[in-house]
């Protein structure tokens, strides 16, 4: 956890003492791999590398980073949107950070509220358990090949006119109409790195190839201007917007009494596997909680049996009053909800506060 901890202050240009250490061993692997990315990068701009066409629209949700960027519920949030406009979307994540992975492509959800999903977090991944979720009326598959997706709805009788894939922006391989790039305003814009010095896939040059730039955590920006001036600085005149990621009600997982009062007058602990958990604890802290534990695992981190007995054992020993997690977390705690300490979930809803287009009219 030590590692962890420092490589995520490193990343987040907040190293201090050994923890630049680091940086002796990162820096010429990021320099490696961000000359991969532009050859890559390269050869599709060229054509040397052919990008494959789907019968039906694609828009794509990504970022320039591996996490953080409020991607998942922005794709959430367009297919809401669309399917209540008229359109047939269909939601395609990777499955990544899925322990038993499937090979082939499935589907998740065929877009009725009432039923639960089709396949579990553990061969799926949390992030399409969480867009079944968020967007319950849409139906949401899983497939490396994201163009394969829509053949697999197809053949359990789903149709649909729209494909939007979570995390798509590297994704070069699958032609898109529409390609969205959500990025994480909650640091300076000049506080990234490529991978694995930072969390950074791809150089900023890499913006010119967006089409709409949202800007995430509103709330937690203190440089618009700065932020504003980078992105066009990189990707030239491109329709810009802005969310905020907004607390909402929170619930209880193991009968833990909830309600932000009630909140704010126990002692309570935060367990993340979120890729910034920074902003959730800032998040809360905003809402007058102010958490006496924080352990932060890496994004997309599992868990099992031994984290229900470490929690457990912290919760006894630092006298908490149990724990605060988010949606994406509690898919993977669920199936432990009777072993567990008390366990709060704190939702978050996307809200565009400017720039939000109009989804239809962009596909049409």
Not at 52 to 64: C, E, M, N, T
Not at 130 to 147: I, K, Q, Y
Request: aromatic fraction near 6%; hydrophobic fraction near 45%.
């Amino acid at each position: 956890m030590g590692w962890l901890e420092a490589h995520r202050r490193l990343a987040r240009g907040e190293a201090r003492g050994a923890d630049l250490l680091l940086a002796v061993f990162l820096g010429p692997a990021a320099l490696l791999y961000g000359g991969a990315a532009w050859l890559r990068n390269r050869a599709y701009d060229s054509g040397l590398l052919a990008a494959r066409d789907a019968p039906v629209k694609v828009i794509s949700v990504g970022s320039l980073s591996a996490g953080g960027s409020g991607k998942t519920p922005l794709a959430a949030l367009i297919a809401t949107r669309l399917h209540a406009g008229g359109r047939r979307p269909l939601l395609v994540a990777r499955g990544y950070g899925a322990p038993r992975p499937r090979a082939a492509p499935c589907l998740v959800s065929r877009g009725a509220p009432s039923e639960k999903p089709l396949e579990g977090w553990e061969t799926v991944g949390e992030e399409a358990i969480l867009l079944a979720r968020l967007s319950p009326e849409v139906p949401v598959a899983v497939a490396r090949r994201r163009e394969e997706a829509w053949q697999a709805a197809r053949e359990l009788g789903i149709e649909t006119d729209v494909l939007i894939v979570d995390g798509g922006f590297q994704h070069r391989r699958l032609k898109r109409d529409l390609d969205i790039v959500a990025l994480d305003a909650s640091l300076p814009p000049g506080r990234s790195h490529l991978i694995p010095w930072g969390d950074r896939r791809e150089g900023w040059s890499s913006l010119r190839r967006a089409d709409w730039v949202v800007l995430h955590r509103a709330e937690l920006c203190a440089e618009r201007t700065a932020w504003e001036a980078a992105v066009r600085r990189h990707a030239g005149a491109v329709p810009l917007a802005w969310c905020e990621n907004r607390l909402q009600t929170p619930r209880s997982l193991t009968g833990a009494p909830t309600g932000w009062e009630a909140l704010r007058d126990g002692r309570w602990g935060v367990w993340t596997a979120l890729a910034a958990p920074e902003s959730f604890v800032a998040g809360l802290t905003a809402r007058g909680v102010q958490p006496a534990w924080v352990r932060a695992a890496r994004d997309h981190a599992p868990f099992g049996s031994k984290d229900v007995a470490r929690l457990t054992s912290v919760a006894r020993r630092r006298k908490l009053s149990g724990f605060l997690v988010t949606e994406k977390d509690a898919v993977k705690m669920e199936a432990h909800a009777v072993s567990l300490p008390a366990i709060v979930v704190v939702p978050a809803e996307l809200a565009f506060v400017s720039g939000e287009p109009d989804w239809i009219g962009l596909l049409d």
